[in-house]
Protein backbone atom coordinates (compact mmCIF):
# COMPACT_ATOMS: atom_id res chain seq x y z
CA UNK A 1 0.00 0.00 0.00
CA UNK A 2 1.21 3.05 -0.75
CA UNK A 3 1.55 5.70 1.81
CA UNK A 4 0.66 9.85 1.42
CA UNK A 5 4.49 10.20 2.03
CA UNK A 6 5.75 8.11 -0.58
CA UNK A 7 2.85 10.00 -3.35
CA UNK A 8 4.59 12.92 -2.12
CA UNK A 9 8.07 12.40 -2.73
CA UNK A 10 9.00 12.45 -6.52
CA UNK A 11 10.25 8.93 -7.68
CA UNK A 12 12.18 10.42 -10.55
CA UNK A 13 15.13 13.11 -11.27
CA UNK A 14 13.17 14.64 -13.97
CA UNK A 15 10.46 16.73 -14.26
CA UNK A 16 8.37 15.78 -16.97
CA UNK A 17 4.96 17.15 -18.57
CA UNK A 18 1.36 16.30 -17.06
CA UNK A 19 -0.63 14.22 -17.54
CA UNK A 20 -3.86 15.84 -19.46
CA UNK A 21 -6.37 13.67 -17.43
CA UNK A 22 -5.42 14.99 -14.12
CA UNK A 23 -5.23 19.05 -15.38
CA UNK A 24 -7.17 21.30 -15.75
CA UNK A 25 -5.91 23.29 -18.85
CA UNK A 26 -8.63 26.24 -18.57
CA UNK A 27 -7.59 26.32 -14.91
CA UNK A 28 -3.92 26.84 -15.52
CA UNK A 29 -4.11 29.70 -18.60
CA UNK A 30 -5.20 32.65 -16.52
CA UNK A 31 -2.68 32.24 -13.79
CA UNK A 32 0.29 31.66 -16.64
CA UNK A 33 0.48 34.86 -17.54
CA UNK A 34 1.11 36.79 -14.20
CA UNK A 35 3.37 34.40 -13.17
CA UNK A 36 5.52 34.10 -16.44
CA UNK A 37 5.39 38.26 -15.59
CA UNK A 38 6.70 37.56 -12.07
CA UNK A 39 9.44 35.10 -13.71
CA UNK A 40 10.78 37.85 -15.97
CA UNK A 41 10.99 40.39 -13.19
CA UNK A 42 13.25 37.97 -11.23
CA UNK A 43 15.76 37.36 -13.65
CA UNK A 44 15.47 41.21 -15.90
CA UNK A 45 14.30 43.56 -13.30
CA UNK A 46 16.23 42.81 -10.33
CA UNK A 47 18.21 46.12 -10.38
CA UNK A 48 15.01 48.08 -10.06
CA UNK A 49 14.19 49.21 -7.00
CA UNK A 50 10.93 52.15 -6.25
CA UNK A 51 12.02 55.23 -3.88
CA UNK A 52 10.60 55.64 -0.79
CA UNK A 53 11.61 58.79 0.44
CA UNK A 54 15.30 58.39 1.28
CA UNK A 55 15.00 54.24 0.84
CA UNK A 56 14.70 52.46 -1.16
CA UNK A 57 12.14 49.17 -1.88
CA UNK A 58 13.17 46.75 -4.50
CA UNK A 59 10.63 46.39 -7.40
CA UNK A 60 10.33 42.83 -6.76
CA UNK A 61 8.55 43.10 -3.42
CA UNK A 62 5.38 45.00 -4.21
CA UNK A 63 5.40 43.35 -7.37
CA UNK A 64 5.35 39.67 -5.33
CA UNK A 65 3.13 40.74 -2.88
CA UNK A 66 0.40 42.67 -5.56
CA UNK A 67 0.77 39.71 -7.66
CA UNK A 68 -0.14 37.14 -4.94
CA UNK A 69 -3.05 39.23 -4.10
CA UNK A 70 -4.30 38.88 -7.86
CA UNK A 71 -4.00 35.42 -7.62
CA UNK A 72 -5.55 35.26 -4.47
CA UNK A 73 -8.61 37.42 -5.33
CA UNK A 74 -8.98 35.14 -8.44
CA UNK A 75 -9.02 32.09 -6.51
CA UNK A 76 -6.06 30.71 -7.88
CA UNK A 77 -3.65 30.78 -5.27
CA UNK A 78 -5.21 29.36 -1.78
CA UNK A 79 -3.91 29.28 1.80
CA UNK A 80 -1.45 26.62 2.89
CA UNK A 81 -2.34 25.25 6.42
CA UNK A 82 0.87 24.20 7.15
CA UNK A 83 2.62 26.62 6.16
CA UNK A 84 0.65 28.87 7.23
CA UNK A 85 1.25 27.50 10.93
CA UNK A 86 5.12 27.83 10.36
CA UNK A 87 4.74 31.26 9.15
CA UNK A 88 2.96 32.18 12.48
CA UNK A 89 4.66 30.46 14.80
CA UNK A 90 8.48 32.32 13.09
CA UNK A 91 6.94 35.32 12.83
CA UNK A 92 5.66 35.03 16.85
CA UNK A 93 9.07 34.01 17.74
CA UNK A 94 10.98 36.80 15.60
CA UNK A 95 8.87 39.19 16.86
CA UNK A 96 9.50 38.09 20.80
CA UNK A 97 12.61 38.23 20.32
CA UNK A 98 13.12 41.64 18.81
CA UNK A 99 10.74 42.93 21.81
CA UNK A 100 12.97 41.21 23.99
CA UNK A 101 15.80 42.80 22.48
CA UNK A 102 13.91 46.30 22.37
CA UNK A 103 13.57 46.17 26.00
CA UNK A 104 17.64 45.65 26.66
CA UNK A 105 17.79 49.07 24.84
CA UNK A 106 20.53 47.54 22.27
CA UNK A 107 21.90 49.90 20.16
CA UNK A 108 21.82 49.33 15.85
CA UNK A 109 18.45 47.06 15.74
CA UNK A 110 15.29 48.42 13.34
CA UNK A 111 11.67 48.66 13.68
CA UNK A 112 11.52 48.75 9.93
CA UNK A 113 13.78 45.62 9.23
CA UNK A 114 11.26 43.44 11.72
CA UNK A 115 8.62 44.51 9.79
CA UNK A 116 9.88 43.76 6.07
CA UNK A 117 10.87 40.21 7.18
CA UNK A 118 6.93 39.83 8.34
CA UNK A 119 5.68 41.70 5.04
CA UNK A 120 8.21 39.62 2.63
CA UNK A 121 7.49 36.09 3.32
CA UNK A 122 3.53 36.14 3.93
CA UNK A 123 3.44 34.79 0.19
CA UNK A 124 4.89 31.94 2.09
CA UNK A 125 1.46 30.82 3.06
CA UNK A 126 -0.19 30.60 -0.33
CA UNK A 127 0.16 27.60 -2.63
CA UNK A 128 -1.46 27.27 -6.09
CA UNK A 129 -4.44 24.88 -6.11
CA UNK A 130 -3.28 21.71 -7.00
CA UNK A 131 -4.80 20.69 -10.18
CA UNK A 132 -3.40 24.10 -11.13
CA UNK A 133 -0.08 23.76 -10.06
CA UNK A 134 0.57 19.96 -11.30
CA UNK A 135 -0.04 21.72 -14.96
CA UNK A 136 1.77 25.05 -14.26
CA UNK A 137 4.99 24.12 -12.78
CA UNK A 138 6.64 22.25 -16.21
CA UNK A 139 5.85 25.10 -18.10
CA UNK A 140 6.74 27.63 -15.73
CA UNK A 141 9.98 25.87 -15.76
CA UNK A 142 10.62 26.08 -19.10
CA UNK A 143 10.03 29.58 -19.44
CA UNK A 144 12.50 30.09 -16.94
CA UNK A 145 14.93 28.11 -18.82
CA UNK A 146 14.36 29.92 -21.67
CA UNK A 147 15.11 33.43 -19.33
CA UNK A 148 18.21 32.14 -18.62
CA UNK A 149 19.44 31.08 -21.88
CA UNK A 150 18.57 34.92 -22.79
CA UNK A 151 20.40 35.87 -19.67
CA UNK A 152 24.07 33.58 -20.94
CA UNK A 153 23.52 35.44 -24.23
CA UNK A 154 23.90 38.69 -22.51
CA UNK A 155 26.78 37.51 -20.32
CA UNK A 156 28.57 36.00 -23.01
CA UNK A 157 28.06 39.03 -25.29
CA UNK A 158 29.12 41.09 -22.47
CA UNK A 159 32.12 39.55 -22.05
CA UNK A 160 32.85 39.00 -25.76
CA UNK A 161 32.36 42.62 -26.62
CA UNK A 162 35.37 43.46 -23.93
CA UNK A 163 37.89 40.84 -25.52
CA UNK A 164 37.33 42.72 -28.81
CA UNK A 165 37.50 46.04 -27.56
CA UNK A 166 35.11 47.34 -26.00
CA UNK A 167 35.24 49.25 -23.43
CA UNK A 168 32.89 47.96 -20.30
CA UNK A 169 30.15 50.66 -19.11
CA UNK A 170 27.08 50.40 -16.97
CA UNK A 171 24.43 50.10 -19.91
CA UNK A 172 21.41 49.80 -17.79
CA UNK A 173 22.76 52.39 -15.35
CA UNK A 174 23.34 55.12 -18.07
CA UNK A 175 19.95 54.72 -19.30
CA UNK A 176 17.42 54.28 -15.88
CA UNK A 177 17.58 57.45 -13.60
CA UNK A 178 19.64 56.60 -10.56
CA UNK A 179 17.09 57.29 -8.29
CA UNK A 180 15.22 53.83 -9.83
CA UNK A 181 18.43 51.27 -10.07
CA UNK A 182 19.64 49.72 -6.48
CA UNK A 183 22.22 50.85 -4.58
CA UNK A 184 24.70 49.31 -2.49
CA UNK A 185 25.79 46.45 -4.94
CA UNK A 186 28.74 45.83 -6.69
CA UNK A 187 27.15 45.73 -9.86
CA UNK A 188 30.68 46.65 -11.68
CA UNK A 189 33.77 45.21 -10.95
CA UNK A 190 37.30 43.96 -12.47
CA UNK A 191 37.91 40.26 -13.41
CA UNK A 192 41.60 41.23 -10.77
CA UNK A 193 42.70 44.11 -9.30
CA UNK A 194 44.18 46.77 -12.21
CA UNK A 195 42.47 44.22 -15.26
CA UNK A 196 40.37 46.32 -17.90
CA UNK A 197 38.19 43.42 -18.08
CA UNK A 198 35.05 43.37 -16.05
CA UNK A 199 32.94 40.59 -14.98
CA UNK A 200 29.49 39.75 -16.48
CA UNK A 201 26.59 40.33 -14.93
CA UNK A 202 24.85 39.96 -18.30
CA UNK A 203 23.63 44.10 -17.81
CA UNK A 204 20.64 43.07 -15.89
CA UNK A 205 21.72 41.79 -12.53
CA UNK A 206 22.29 43.20 -9.24
CA UNK A 207 26.07 41.52 -9.22
CA UNK A 208 28.15 39.52 -11.40
CA UNK A 209 27.08 36.66 -8.41
CA UNK A 210 23.76 36.83 -8.64
CA UNK A 211 23.94 36.32 -12.18
CA UNK A 212 26.44 33.62 -11.95
CA UNK A 213 23.56 31.53 -9.51
CA UNK A 214 20.98 32.45 -11.52
CA UNK A 215 22.17 30.84 -14.43
CA UNK A 216 23.42 28.25 -12.03
CA UNK A 217 19.87 27.51 -11.17
CA UNK A 218 18.80 28.18 -15.00
CA UNK A 219 21.38 25.13 -15.73
CA UNK A 220 19.91 22.95 -13.33
CA UNK A 221 16.32 23.69 -14.28
CA UNK A 222 17.20 23.11 -18.10
CA UNK A 223 18.87 19.63 -17.18
CA UNK A 224 15.38 18.63 -15.27
CA UNK A 225 13.17 19.42 -17.95
CA UNK A 226 15.57 17.77 -20.61
CA UNK A 227 15.89 21.02 -22.99
CA UNK A 228 17.63 21.57 -25.54
CA UNK A 229 21.19 20.14 -25.48
CA UNK A 230 22.78 23.55 -27.12
CA UNK A 231 21.56 25.58 -23.76
CA UNK A 232 23.96 23.80 -21.39
CA UNK A 233 26.78 24.71 -22.76
CA UNK A 234 25.71 27.97 -23.83
CA UNK A 235 24.90 28.68 -19.52
CA UNK A 236 28.69 27.29 -18.38
CA UNK A 237 30.36 29.21 -20.53
CA UNK A 238 27.95 32.18 -19.42
CA UNK A 239 29.03 31.62 -15.84
CA UNK A 240 32.16 31.35 -16.25
CA UNK A 241 32.09 34.48 -17.59
CA UNK A 242 30.66 36.25 -14.50
CA UNK A 243 34.33 34.94 -12.84
CA UNK A 244 32.07 34.20 -9.66
CA UNK A 245 32.79 30.81 -7.70
CA UNK A 246 29.07 30.98 -5.84
CA UNK A 247 27.76 29.83 -9.23
CA UNK A 248 29.91 26.89 -9.65
CA UNK A 249 29.27 25.88 -5.87
CA UNK A 250 25.41 25.80 -6.69
CA UNK A 251 26.10 23.80 -9.54
CA UNK A 252 28.07 21.12 -7.88
CA UNK A 253 25.34 21.19 -5.13
CA UNK A 254 23.08 20.39 -7.90
CA UNK A 255 24.92 17.64 -9.78
CA UNK A 256 25.83 15.72 -6.30
CA UNK A 257 21.72 15.74 -5.80
CA UNK A 258 21.71 14.61 -9.21
CA UNK A 259 24.52 11.70 -8.92
CA UNK A 260 22.06 10.34 -5.91
CA UNK A 261 19.19 10.37 -8.20
CA UNK A 262 20.61 8.92 -11.69
CA UNK A 263 23.40 7.01 -10.54
CA UNK A 264 26.59 6.32 -11.21
CA UNK A 265 26.65 6.46 -14.92
CA UNK A 266 25.19 10.25 -14.39
CA UNK A 267 28.31 10.92 -12.10
CA UNK A 268 30.94 9.75 -14.16
CA UNK A 269 29.52 11.50 -16.81
CA UNK A 270 29.35 14.71 -14.89
CA UNK A 271 33.01 14.45 -13.78
CA UNK A 272 34.29 13.88 -17.34
CA UNK A 273 32.55 16.78 -18.03
CA UNK A 274 33.48 19.03 -15.68
CA UNK A 275 37.66 18.05 -16.00
CA UNK A 276 36.80 18.62 -20.19
CA UNK A 277 35.73 22.20 -18.71
CA UNK A 278 38.61 22.88 -16.16
CA UNK A 279 41.33 21.37 -19.21
CA UNK A 280 39.82 23.77 -21.34
CA UNK A 281 39.49 26.96 -19.02
CA UNK A 282 43.68 25.84 -18.33
CA UNK A 283 44.73 26.66 -21.58
CA UNK A 284 43.42 29.90 -21.40
CA UNK A 285 44.10 33.82 -19.39
CA UNK A 286 41.32 33.08 -17.40
CA UNK A 287 42.89 29.92 -15.65
CA UNK A 288 45.43 32.40 -13.05
CA UNK A 289 42.05 34.11 -12.15
CA UNK A 290 40.07 31.24 -11.32
CA UNK A 291 43.08 29.84 -9.08
CA UNK A 292 43.56 32.59 -7.01
CA UNK A 293 39.55 32.79 -6.56
CA UNK A 294 39.90 28.99 -5.30
CA UNK A 295 42.48 29.78 -3.05
CA UNK A 296 41.16 33.41 -1.75
CA UNK A 297 39.02 32.36 1.56
CA UNK A 298 43.04 32.68 3.32
CA UNK A 299 42.60 36.18 2.34
CA UNK A 300 41.12 38.38 4.87
CA UNK A 301 40.21 41.52 1.84
CA UNK A 302 39.48 38.84 -0.42
CA UNK A 303 35.30 38.37 -1.60
CA UNK A 304 35.29 34.78 -0.80
CA UNK A 305 36.32 35.28 3.22
CA UNK A 306 34.15 38.57 3.50
CA UNK A 307 31.17 35.88 2.32
CA UNK A 308 31.68 32.55 3.40
CA UNK A 309 33.97 33.18 6.64
CA UNK A 310 34.02 36.57 8.38
CA UNK A 311 30.21 36.55 8.89
CA UNK A 312 30.64 33.24 10.56
CA UNK A 313 33.72 34.36 12.81
CA UNK A 314 32.09 37.51 13.53
CA UNK A 315 28.55 35.87 14.43
CA UNK A 316 30.20 33.66 16.55
CA UNK A 317 32.01 36.67 18.81
CA UNK A 318 29.11 38.58 19.08
CA UNK A 319 27.23 35.66 20.40
CA UNK A 320 29.61 33.99 22.57
CA UNK A 321 29.37 36.59 25.53
CA UNK A 322 26.12 36.91 26.48
CA UNK A 323 23.59 33.82 26.79
CA UNK A 324 20.64 36.35 25.96
CA UNK A 325 21.97 37.45 22.84
CA UNK A 326 22.91 34.01 22.27
CA UNK A 327 18.83 33.27 23.05
CA UNK A 328 17.10 36.46 21.05
CA UNK A 329 19.80 37.57 19.02
CA UNK A 330 21.29 41.66 18.58
CA UNK A 331 17.94 42.89 17.32
CA UNK A 332 16.55 43.00 13.75
CA UNK A 333 18.84 44.88 11.27
CA UNK A 334 21.65 44.57 13.40
CA UNK A 335 23.72 42.83 10.90
CA UNK A 336 23.32 45.97 7.99
CA UNK A 337 24.49 47.99 10.37
CA UNK A 338 27.67 45.84 11.30
CA UNK A 339 28.09 45.14 7.74
CA UNK A 340 27.99 49.36 7.04
CA UNK A 341 30.64 49.95 9.93
CA UNK A 342 32.91 47.35 8.32
CA UNK A 343 32.45 49.14 5.43
CA UNK A 344 32.92 52.69 6.78
CA UNK A 345 36.50 50.92 8.63
CA UNK A 346 37.55 48.98 5.75
CA UNK A 347 36.30 49.58 2.65
CA UNK A 348 35.46 46.13 2.20
CA UNK A 349 31.95 44.94 1.71
CA UNK A 350 30.86 42.02 4.57
CA UNK A 351 28.02 39.51 2.86
CA UNK A 352 26.04 38.37 5.58
CA UNK A 353 23.93 35.17 4.22
CA UNK A 354 20.73 34.76 5.47
CA UNK A 355 22.20 31.89 8.42
CA UNK A 356 24.50 34.19 10.14
CA UNK A 357 22.29 37.34 9.62
CA UNK A 358 18.89 34.99 11.21
CA UNK A 359 20.95 34.09 13.87
CA UNK A 360 22.80 37.11 15.13
CA UNK A 361 19.73 39.16 14.42
CA UNK A 362 16.76 36.87 16.24
CA UNK A 363 19.11 34.89 18.26
CA UNK A 364 18.28 30.63 18.63
CA UNK A 365 14.72 30.86 19.59
CA UNK A 366 13.66 32.95 16.53
CA UNK A 367 16.58 31.64 14.08
CA UNK A 368 14.93 27.58 14.87
CA UNK A 369 11.39 28.77 14.36
CA UNK A 370 11.97 30.76 10.97
CA UNK A 371 14.57 27.46 9.98
CA UNK A 372 11.36 25.34 10.67
CA UNK A 373 9.39 27.74 8.15
CA UNK A 374 11.90 27.71 5.69
CA UNK A 375 12.06 23.97 5.54
CA UNK A 376 8.00 23.57 5.55
CA UNK A 377 8.40 25.82 2.44
CA UNK A 378 11.38 24.15 0.24
CA UNK A 379 11.31 20.63 1.06
CA UNK A 380 7.70 19.70 2.51
CA UNK A 381 5.71 18.68 -0.52
CA UNK A 382 8.32 19.98 -3.21
CA UNK A 383 7.61 18.41 -6.54
CA UNK A 384 11.51 18.18 -6.94
CA UNK A 385 13.08 17.54 -4.46
CA UNK A 386 16.98 18.25 -6.50
CA UNK A 387 15.23 21.83 -7.21
CA UNK A 388 14.74 21.93 -3.70
CA UNK A 389 18.04 21.71 -2.53
CA UNK A 390 19.63 23.61 -5.15
CA UNK A 391 17.55 26.73 -4.06
CA UNK A 392 17.77 26.16 -0.83
CA UNK A 393 21.77 26.34 -0.68
CA UNK A 394 21.47 29.59 -3.09
CA UNK A 395 19.02 30.95 -0.03
CA UNK A 396 20.81 30.03 2.70
CA UNK A 397 24.22 29.66 1.90
CA UNK A 398 25.28 32.07 -1.14
CA UNK A 399 23.28 35.26 -1.18
CA UNK A 400 22.50 37.96 1.41
CA UNK A 401 18.95 36.81 0.79
CA UNK A 402 16.86 37.02 4.19
CA UNK A 403 15.35 40.17 3.08
CA UNK A 404 16.37 40.12 -0.68
CA UNK A 405 13.32 39.55 -2.63
CA UNK A 406 15.13 38.68 -5.64
CA UNK A 407 16.89 35.80 -3.71
CA UNK A 408 13.18 35.22 -1.49
CA UNK A 409 11.06 35.17 -4.18
CA UNK A 410 12.94 33.24 -6.71
CA UNK A 411 12.14 30.53 -4.33
CA UNK A 412 8.42 31.10 -4.03
CA UNK A 413 7.93 31.25 -7.70
CA UNK A 414 9.96 27.91 -9.29
CA UNK A 415 8.92 26.06 -6.39
CA UNK A 416 7.43 27.01 -2.98
CA UNK A 417 3.43 27.96 -4.68
CA UNK A 418 3.70 24.52 -6.66
CA UNK A 419 4.55 22.33 -3.33
CA UNK A 420 1.08 20.70 -1.73
CA UNK A 421 -0.05 20.74 1.40
CA UNK A 422 0.84 17.63 3.29
CA UNK A 423 -2.38 17.82 5.22
CA UNK A 424 -3.74 18.46 1.52
CA UNK A 425 -5.44 14.77 0.61
CA UNK A 426 -5.67 14.19 -3.08
CA UNK A 427 -9.04 13.68 -4.98
CA UNK A 428 -9.46 10.35 -6.74
CA UNK A 429 -6.98 10.85 -10.15
CA UNK A 430 -4.45 12.93 -8.46
CA UNK A 431 -3.17 11.14 -5.77
CA UNK A 432 -0.82 8.84 -8.06
CA UNK A 433 0.54 11.77 -9.95
CA UNK A 434 4.15 12.66 -9.55
CA UNK A 435 5.82 15.32 -11.32
Not at 274 to 279: E, H, I, K, N, R
Not at 366 to 372: I, N, P, T
Request: charge should be positive; include cysteine.
Amino acid sequence: MATSLTIRIPRSWAIPDPDAAVTDPAAARRPLRLLTMLLFGEVFLQRLAVPVGSAQVPLMLPGVLGGAAVLLARGDLVADMGRTQAYLVAMAACVSSALVVFTRGLDGNSLTSLLLLVVTYAPFCCRLRADTSVALFPRLLDRFAVMTAVLAGFAVAQFGLQLLGWHYSDIIGGIVPPELIMRNFNTSYPVAYGSSLYKANAFVCLEPSFCSQFLAIGLVVSILRGVRRWRLPLLVVAILTTVSGTGVILLAAALVLLAVHKGPRFAATAVAGLALVVTAVSFTPAADVFAERATETATSSSSGSLRFVQPYTRTYDRLGGDPLTVLFGSGPGWSDRDADEFMHSTGLPLNYAMLPKLVLEYGLVGGAAFLVLIVWAFVCGSPSFVLSGALLVFYMVLSSSLLSPVVVYLGLLLLTWYARDIWYVPQRGLGGSSV
